[in-house]
């Protein structure tokens, strides 16, 4: 099958949409999917941050 005869997946929510024309409904959906996309990008932040402690204390030179 080509490309263009598939439908295109509509973005239920883009960041920084318009708001005006969402229903009460749609802007408590696009919250929720907010909150979600937060935690997984703080979830992100932090293991990588505990990868790249791991590397330091690995590479970390003796004291002395």
């Given at each position: 099958?080509?490309?263009?005869?598939?439908?295109?997946?509509?973005?239920?929510?883009?960041l920084?949409?318009?708001?005006?024309?969402?229903?009460v409904?749609?802007?408590?959906?696009?919250?929720?999917?907010?909150?979600?996309?937060?935690?997984?990008v703080?979830?992100e932040?932090?293991?990588?941050?505990?990868?790249?402690?791991?590397?330091?204390?690995l590479?970390?030179?003796p004291?002395?």
């Open positions: 099958m080509f490309e263009e005869d598939e439908p295109k997946r509509k973005v239920a929510h883009e920084g949409q318009p708001l005006a024309s969402l229903s409904e749609e802007l408590k959906r696009y919250v929720e999917a907010l909150i979600a996309e937060r935690a997984r703080e979830t932040i932090a293991r990588r941050s505990d990868v790249r402690s791991a590397a330091e204390a590479f970390k030179k004291a002395g």
